[in-house]
């Protein structure tokens, strides 16, 4: 079971939802530009969706989405189940979750400058893999079951 978000953690990812929405964008365009170096990672992706800025959009309104119910976590239900069904479905797995948090956290940074303290990369740290773990174990699930119908 993950552990439960502090409520330092709660308070600075919702002190954020500000700057994702004036800076989302930019930081998961910037996310998607470290990840893609990645060229396993890359071909996972739908690249017109990526050229056309509509993944980048969809992300960053999702992680702003998160920001913002980060202490209503059943208000982000559906969406979650949403991201299970489509990282299955693209065959995402538990060892690509480093990789976007080795992207991510970094994006913040570049794109924020010094507003992207310490504290604040610390705090979105924390939060992106207490999402992670849930999507991971969620995940995990869905393959299970696909494999036993298979079977």
Do not use: C
């Amino acid at each position: 079971m993950t552990k439960p978000l502090s409520a330092k953690t709660i308070f600075i990812v919702k002190s954020t939802g500000t700057a994702l929405q004036q800076h989302g964008v930019a930081i998961t365009t910037r996310m998607y530009e470290r990840l893609f170096e990645n060229e396993e990672v890359k071909a996972m992706f739908d690249q017109s969706a990526q050229a056309s800025g509509e993944q980048p959009k969809r992300l960053a309104g999702a992680i702003l989405g998160y920001a913002q119910n980060i202490d209503k976590l059943e208000n982000l239900s559906a969406p979650v189940a949403r991201m299970v069904a489509r990282h299955v479905e693209t065959g995402v797995k538990a060892e690509h979750y480093p990789l976007v948090a080795e992207a991510l956290l970094p994006a913040i940074r570049d794109v924020l400058g010094d507003a992207a303290t310490d504290e604040v990369l610390n705090a979105w740290g924390e939060a992106y893999w207490f999402l992670a773990d849930i999507l991971i174990g969620k995940e995990s699930e869905y393959y299970e079951e696909r494999e036993t119908e298979a079977a």
